[in-house]
T-cell receptor, first 114, second 116 residues
Framework: KQEVTQIPAALSVPEGENLVLNCSFT??????LQWFRQDPGKGLTSLLL?????REQTSGRLNASLDKSSGRSTLYIAASQPGDSATYLC?????????????FGTGTRLTIIP | GAVVSQHPSRVICKSGTSVKIECRSL??????MFWYRQFPKQSLMLMAT?????????EQGVEKDKFLINHASLTLSTLTVTSAHPEDSSFYIC????????????FGPGTRLTVT
């Protein structure tokens, strides 16, 4: 059974700093990995999607990397802003038949201090 | 990115009544839709998966007679909570995948259900 872990569970950094969020998963047979953000009381916003054959994806100040063989992904946020404060979730989709659902990590609650 | 909408965003109902939540994919055809629920400070829990025109597949422990799912078209799925009770109060989020091979999953804004 796939297990996804995110470290740290919570992180506070001053505005302007660069930061890295970590995600690890136990089963490397994945189809893709997505990073989401969730604001309090809201749904999930898809940030980046990395297919299993890819190493990284970039969108603006965000960069996500994937090392499938070691079961790790990182989300790099450059020049953090107070608006980046949210809970960040990574989720992996299995590639085996019958295991195609997204498995979510435990989340990292990020606070950017103005 | 693709947009998924939900209606209503908030609903309060009395115990014993039924509530219907709508989920729509606004700019793509959703071959597969998902329903999740989320309790405070917890991660999302998948309730069921549905494909257009087919019966939904429910996760273990989710009562299919209580949570009725209808995926009537490629842009609309509904979740009906029947005979709601206070313990059904939660945040319900729908999600959808369009066609193609990317399998990128998009989420709606969620519906806050409060049963009094």
């Amino acid at each position: 059974k796939q297990e996804v872990t995110q470290i740290p569970a919570a992180l506070s950094v001053p505005e302007g700093e660069n930061l890295v969020l970590n995600c690890s998963f136990t089963d490397s047979a994945i189809y893709n990995l997505q990073w989401f953000r969730q604001d309090p009381g809201k749904g999930l916003t898809s940030l980046l999607l990395i297919q299993s054959s890819q190493r990284e994806q970039t969108s603006g100040r965000l960069n996500a990397s994937l090392d499938k063989s070691s079961g790790r992904s990182t989300l790099y946020i450059a020049a953090s802003q107070p608006g980046d404060s949210a809970t960040y979730l990574c989720a992996v989709r299995g590639s085996n038949f019958g295991n195609e659902k997204l498995t979510f990590g435990t989340g990292t609650r990020l606070t950017i201090i103005p | 990115g693709a947009v998924v909408s939900q209606h209503p965003s908030r609903v309060i109902c009395k115990s014993g009544t039924s509530v219907k939540i709508e989920c729509r994919s606004l700019d793509f055809q959703a071959t597969t839709m998902f329903w999740y629920r989320q309790f405070p400070k917890q991660s999302l829990m998948l309730m069921a998966t549905s494909n257009e025109g087919s019966k939904a597949t429910y996760e273990q422990g989710v009562e299919k007679d209580k949570f009725l799912i209808n995926h009537a078209s490629l842009t609309l799925s509904t979740l009906t909570v029947t005979s709601a009770h206070p313990e059904d109060s939660s945040f319900y989020i729908c999600s959808a995948i369009g066609g193609g091979l990317s399998y990128e999953q998009y989420f709606g804004p969620g519906t806050r259900l409060t049963v009094t």
